[in-house]
């Protein structure tokens, strides 16, 4: 804004110049883009020679250089050996360095669907056990499957990683077709449904279902903190953090993971509130104020406290996101991944 109204002195032109470089750094470092981060951090230091802390920022840079080689190499190996959980593994731990390393993505997507079919071929081979309990709810057959709901991936950088799902029916299950909320557990196909009506959530057990530590034998409304068994102890928590909305969550409480690998779901109605706040959907301890995703239509869209971008372009009132876009802030970021709803 001082450089738009030419009140911008010598000294603070080269300050906005270390700015930039600095941002073009952190950029190009999200990618793994090394060699030309390092260019920047050079060039920073060509304006302001006297500060000693971009020597600490290029052996960074280094570091992680060096991190993400031995990853990639160690992914390579893996995706040879078509050993997909260490596949999964590896690219997960290739993004956490490098959360926009295109190759790492890559690969966890196509872990993902192999995972995915490997799971449905064993499932399709092996009758329900009888400790899984009686069907309660009406039995899967090729006819009655459906695609799942719309669903993306969210990345949270420094916070974590989030399944949102849209629909208001959303479907627990092994990573097999048709299933919204994959777990990598042994549980029926269709093992329950989750479905919102009227601003409350009730979950059908299809198969053996707890709540709160009871049998249910049919549709049971869910409250806030409920622990959710499922078949022989997978366990959910659900969680209503805002009592004002209708976006609700679902968190691993035992040691099974989601596939793809996230940190807990999203259920999205209209909304869903990121920052500091303990009623956000997603917690951001570190975030300087809130950010609003919320559905319009088919489209979503993005409404901040304090400014953003979306892929690069800056945000002015509501802004609308793609499922592929990247949303960055002062302090902040986040990314939209499609998944691919046949998985």
């Not at 669903?151 to 990683?161: E, H, I, K, M, S």
């Not at 479905?195 to 299809?206: S, T």
């Not at 809130?290 to 800056?314: I, N, S, T």
Request: aromatic share 6%; charged share 25%.
């Amino acid at each position: 804004r001082l450089s738009n109204r030419h009140h911008m002195t010598e000294a603070m032109r080269i300050l906005h110049g270390v700015c930039r470089r600095l941002e073009r750094f952190e950029s190009l470092l999200r990618k793994g883009q090394f060699r030309q981060a390092e260019t920047q951090i050079t060039a920073a230091e060509a304006l302001r020679p006297d500060w000693p802390a971009f020597a600490a920022r290029r052996e960074q840079c280094r570091l992680v250089a060096d991190e993400a080689r031995r990853l990639s190499d160690a992914l390579h190996q893996a995706l040879a050996a078509s050993d997909w959980s260490e596949v999964l593994a590896t690219s997960d731990a290739l993004l956490e360095l490098v959360p926009e390393h295109r190759h790492a993505r890559q690969a966890r997507r196509q872990a993902w669907v192999a995972v995915g079919l490997q799971a449905s071929r064993v499932s399709g081979r092996q009758p329900v056990r009888e400790t899984d309990g009686p069907a309660i709810g009406p039995t899967t057959d090729t006819k009655t499957m459906r695609e799942p709901q719309t669903r993306f991936l969210l990345w949270v950088d420094a916070v974590g990683g989030y399944l949102v799902c849209w629909g208001d029916e959303i479907v627990l299950g092994p990573p097999t077709p048709g299933v919204d909320v994959s777990i990598l557990a042994d549980l029926s196909r269709r093992h329950a449904i989750v479905r919102r009506d009227a601003g409350d959530y009730w979950i059908d057990p299809l198969r053996a279902v707890k709540v709160a530590g009871r049998a249910i034998v049919g549709p049971t409304v869910l409250t806030d903190g409920d622990v959710i068994e499922l078949g022989e102890g997978v366990e959910l928590r659900f969680r209503r953090p805002h009592a004002l909305s209708a976006t609700a969550r679902l968190e691993r409480a035992g040691h099974h993971r989601f596939s793809p690998s996230v940190d807990a779901v999203l259920l999205m109605a209209e909304h869903c509130m990121l920052g500091p706040s303990s009623q956000s959907h997603v917690v951001c301890p570190d975030w300087p104020a809130e950010l609003m995703l919320f559905r319009q239509g088919d489209a979503l869209h993005a409404r901040g406290e304090m400014p953003f971008q979306v892929d690069d372009e800056p945000a002015v009132g509501k802004m609308p996101v793609n499922l592929d876009s990247r949303i960055v802030g002062e302090g902040f970021s986040l990314t939209l991944e499609p998944l691919d709803s046949r998985l």
